[in-house]
């Protein structure tokens, strides 16, 4: 039995998942349990993920924090450093419902749809100088404020497709995430080679009980404007840390996984504008 997953995907039928992930998206079967209808996978990224059947209704005892649930339409994102290679893959292999993009920051993409309707999202990550890499987290605010600018407050409950985040929610969600990063970026600039334990959390749980569906957003967006502001001020006074690190855990008894200052500034800038880029998709689907 492998360790519990922290991540479920409700899916419509677990044998067709399976063998759609395993040949083509390489992921790996660690446990398939056909009397309980459910199914362990290892991703690209080495997660162990948990696919659930519909009926499952709520496969959160399954899984350890945070407690993540997606459902069919939902994205997924991957990074990928042999892009080219698995591109001509899916190609050779004969899959067909895919995609390449690239985007304004130089950021390539392939877009794969499972038989289910969820988006896997295999990004090559722009490499970015120091100095880059600091100018364009620094600028993500103002990143979030265009994104918005000209929204009413009704718009601001819109959804790119039923069921997803509103561009509300997606706001308070970010500034959870910013808030979050502050602590292991002070630790690795004042304590490299330390164990962080991050504080664990069910998602979704957070979403409902925090109203992130109803609350004003005017908050949620000056605490991520503080914090950016503050993380950026140490990036320029502790200079010489970007390949600093600490060990990230859930729990104590985690094994964890090294993450250095400069893996925790790029993912904040990739989390920060694959949001803002559902936002921009959500304007241009309603015409706002």
Do not use: C
Request: aromatic fraction near 8%; charge should be negative; avoid cysteine.
């Amino acid at each position: 039995m492998p360790n519990k997953a922290r991540v479920a995907i409700k899916v419509f039928d677990v044998e067709t998942s399976i063998a759609f992930y395993t040949k083509f998206l390489n992921f790996e079967l660690v446990e398939f349990q056909p009397n309980a209808g459910i199914a362990y996978i290892r991703d690209s990224d080495h997660d162990l993920l948990l696919l659930t059947p519909p009926h499952l209704e709520d496969p959160r005892s399954l899984l350890d924090e945070p407690r993540i649930v997606f459902k069919p339409g939902d994205t997924l994102d991957f990074s990928v450093d042999t892009f080219e290679t698995q591109h001509a893959r899916l190609v050779e292999d004969g899959l067909s419902n895919m995609r390449v993009e690239e985007n304004e920051r130089g950021e390539r993409k392939l877009l794969v749809t499972d038989p289910n309707g969820y988006h896997f999202v295999f990004v090559i990550p722009v490499k970015r100088s120091p100095e880059a890499m600091r100018a364009a987290y620094a600028g993500l605010s103002d990143e979030i404020t265009a994104a918005l600018d000209g929204l009413t407050e009704a718009d601001l409950d819109l959804e790119r497709t039923p069921n997803e985040w509103s561009i509300r929610q997606i706001i308070h969600h970010l500034a959870l995430s910013t808030s979050l990063s502050l602590m292991p970026i002070e630790t690795v600039l004042v304590n490299p080679g330390s164990v962080f334990v991050r504080p664990t959390y069910d998602q979704e749980k957070w979403v409902e009980v925090l109203d992130y569906k109803h609350r004003p957003i005017g908050t949620s967006l000056a605490l991520i404007r503080a914090v950016q502001a503050h993380i950026t001020q140490l990036l320029l006074h502790v200079p010489n840390s970007w390949d600093h690190s600490i060990v990230r855990k859930f729990t104590s008894e985690d094994e964890g996984h090294t993450t250095t200052l400069s893996d925790m500034i790029a993912i904040q800038i990739e989390h920060t504008t694959a949001h803002l880029d559902e936002i921009r998709q959500t304007r241009k689907i309603h015409h706002r």
